[in-house]
Each structure stands twice: as C-alpha cells, then as structure tokens.
C-alpha cells in the first residue's frame, strides 16, 4: 500500500515538471520550425484541425499558479501552413478552482 502511494506521488511530480518543461518548450517555439521537428521536440497535439488551408496543433500545459499555489491550464496553438510554423498562439485556459465554480453554479 505505501510503496503504491508513493508510485503515485512520484509519478505527479514527473508530469508536472515534465508539463513545465513541454510550457517552457513551446513558449520558445520559433517560426519557421517544420511539422517533424515540432513533433520531435513536442510530442503529439492533443488536438489537431485545418482551417484556411493552415493546420492548428494544440498542446496543452500546466504551470502552478505563483499566487495560489494552484495548476493552470494553458493552450499552445502552433499554426503551420505547407507544414513550416507560421505562427504560434498562447493562451491561458481556467484554474481548477474556476472550473469548480463554474459547474457549482449550474
């Protein structure tokens, strides 16, 4: 049972700092990278589409909050057109305090 407690505590802290690695990654993401290298680097999209004739790959991070001590979720769009970046988007998503109060009210 204690060995499995610890699995998991180890296992949280790897995957947070892995995700502020990747955050740190693709904050520095540079134009002009091509697809294969931004996949190299990144890993998978978790979400992939094509509008306009340019390709949106979303990762997503999470990054603790300075004030709160709490993760935020982030969204990293980088847009590709004929498979060179052309530009990259930032965005932060909700907290999961914001989350909570969002479904408590409905």
């Known amino acids: ?24 990654k693709l904050r520095s993401a540079r134009l002009g990278l091509f697809k294969r290298q931004a996949l190299s ?22 990054k603790r909050s300075k004030h709160r001590n709490e993760p935020i979720v982030y969204s990293h769009i980088l847009v590709f057109k004929e498979g060179i970046m052309i530009d990259s988007k930032f965005k932060r998503t909700f907290t999961s305090k914001e989350l909570e109060g969002f479904y408590n009210k409905n």
């Open 41 to 62: 680097k990144f890993g998978e999209p978790v979400e992939k589409y094509r509008t306009d004739g340019k390709d949106h790959w979303v990762y997503e991070t999470q």
């Open 1 to 24: 049972m204690n060995f499995s407690i610890k699995s998991a505590v180890i296992m949280l802290i790897f995957f947070l700092c892995s995700c502020s690695s990747l955050h740190s």
